[in-house]
């Protein structure tokens, strides 16, 4: 255990380490000219063929369970190429301030044995002064939304034992004391604080949008908790923070609030910039979380939005690179799940990861890339913790796009599509002006639009109706709201395939897209190419849309 401790002292230290080659992170202290992408590519080669010299143990997922004897290996062999003497001379070894963020999803961090290569990850990059950003342990999230749901239906007597409730404290009580640390107070207290709030729920029989972010709140505090004591354990000085107390500000819209960005950044660069001379600890801070700016409540950032606090922090901090490790080799050319050989994308834009994940990749939240976009000069990589040598995939503002025709192909489904006519005469003024005020009138969002002088048809988000349990309901009154100005129809499960793609050489993408639908004999219903031309949208009936994906990625790829 000594030696871990010893390496990881040192990386809190800037000391230890097998120093990755430099420019591969592309967030040097002494970055230059910007790489482009060509120099990018290669450097993520040298990266991966470095990488793939490693130890076997560091990147197999499959590779047996590690002792801490094993992690002392570990350490010493990331340790092997630099005396810390040298290491010392090396730029970025001494770091002042934070000069990277590192998310790490609940995939991630889903037992000890995760948390164990979480902390081995970060000790591999011994040249910078991480902050960490978290998510839930595995499913903790889900399990916080059932137990909620469930104590609505039991009485108050019946919460401590129900099935999700027991499961969460197995696990955080199970990986406590496999990483050696045994009952730990903080970790007790927000269990009983959890189970006290879904007796409060059952008492009420109410658990409202507030309510509901307070109680899945507690799968971020409890694993920041949980691994910043884990660090601590090995010697590594840690600061664990609750990002609604350290002034991430949002709307107070709970369950999917936008950040308040004027707030936030300097209240978060004040928070997490360490005084000169002060000690130096590694901040772990709490994803997903916010504090709304008018109710003082803890808010959500919707699902996933661990990835938009990630780059939240990496904007106040003026870090050159944010990466967020997940369990894929990166942003891939289509879901894992429905495209098995699927494969990772070296190199997107902002927009391009925007649109992906906007039309239902859910590998990145939707809204991530706009602090990197709007509120600082970032770079976002997407990498696998499960595997580390992969080179994985790097987001940026602009890429060359001289070669690509394909780059993702996108899967949205159980969407609803509406077919709105005017009932009035052909060029009636103002018509969509009309549409779109119903929309705004009941808050709904729309996806996909296509337009014609006398019609429009478009595609409602899913998630957004989901989150207000509209549905049925919802939908019949946003359709009677068009009154007799229009007449709607409305089609329900249909997907909305996006290929994400280079709209400059649309005949050519088209022309194979239209063969391939011919040759599965499947109708378009609608079709529309996005403003932002990285996206063109096909809709098709559900039944038929998981097919479409597999041959049209067969084609592209
Ligand atoms: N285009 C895509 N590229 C990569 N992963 C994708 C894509 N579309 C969907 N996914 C899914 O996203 C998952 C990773 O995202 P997520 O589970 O939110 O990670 P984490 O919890 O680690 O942040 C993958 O396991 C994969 O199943
Ligand atoms: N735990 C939250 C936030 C999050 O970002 O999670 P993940 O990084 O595991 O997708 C969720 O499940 O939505």
Known sequence: MESFSMSLQ????????????????????RRTAPATPASRLRLLSAY???????????????????????????????????SPEAALEQPGTDREQISVVMKFGGSS??????????????????????????????KTTNLLLQAGAEALRVAPGGVPSLAPLRTIRELHRRTAA?????????????????????????????????????????????????????????????????????????TDDFQNADVLYE?????????????????????????????????????????GGS???????????GVDEVQVWKDVDG?????????????????????????????????????AMQPAMQHSSLDVRVKNSYNRKAAGTLISRERDMTDVLMTSIVLKTDVTLLDIVSTRMLGQFGFLAQVFNVFRDNKVSVDVVATSEISVSLTLDPSKIWERDLIEEEIESLTS????????????????????????????????????LGQENVNVKMMSQGASKTNISLIVADAEARNVVQALHNEFF
Do not use: W
């Not at 606090?309 to 106040?316: Q, S």
């Not at 996006?498 to 709209?503: K, T």
């Open 307 to 317: 990835d938009l606090t990630a780059t939240v922090i990496g904007a106040a901090l």
């Open 263 to 303: 707030d936030t950044l300097p209240a978060i660069k004040a928070a997490l910039t360490r005084p000169p001379g002060a000690p130096k600890a590694i901040p772990i801070v709490t994803g997903f979380l916010g504090r709304g700016i008018n109710t003082g409540a803890i808010t959500t950032l919707g699902r």
């Open 331 to 367: 942003v891939l050319t289509s879901d894992p799940r429905i495209v098995r050989e699927a494969q990772p994308v070296p190199l997107l834009t902002f927009d391009e990861a925007t649109e992906l994940a906007f039309f239902g990749a859910t590998v990145l939240h939707p809204s």
């Open 10 to 29: 040192c990386l809190e230290a800037g000391l230890c380490g097998r120093p990755l080659p430099k420019d591969t992170l592309h967030n040097s202290s």
């Open 109 to 138: 961090l889903a037992s000890a044995e995760r948390i164990r290569e979480v902390a081995s990850i970060i000790c591999s990059f011994p040249e910078h002064y991480p902050c960490i950003v978290l998510s839930a342990m595995g």
């Open 48 to 82: 991966h063929q470095e990488a793939s010299q490693a130890p076997r143990h560091l990147h197999d997922s499959a590779a047996p369970r590690r002792t801490s004897v094993e992690l002392k290996g570990l350490c010493r062999s990331l340790a092997t190429s630099a």
């Open 481 to 516: 709201a068009f009154g007799d100005f229009a007449k709607v129809s409305c089609t329900h499960r249909v997907s909305i395939i996006s290929l994400i793609c280079n709209v400059a050489k649309t005949s050519r993408i088209l022309e194979r897209v239209f063969r391939v």
């Open 178 to 250: 496999e990483l050696g640390m045994g009952s730990r107070e903080d970790i007790e207290g927000l269990l009983s604080e959890v189970q006290q709030l879904l007796v409060g729920i059952s008492i009420m029989q109410e658990l409202t949008p507030r309510a509901q972010d307070s109680l899945v709140s507690f799968g971020e505090r409890l694993s920041t908790r949980l691994f910043a004591s884990y660090l601590r354990s090995q010697g590594v000085a840690t600061r664990q923070h609750d990002a609604f107390s350290i002034g991430l500000t949002t």
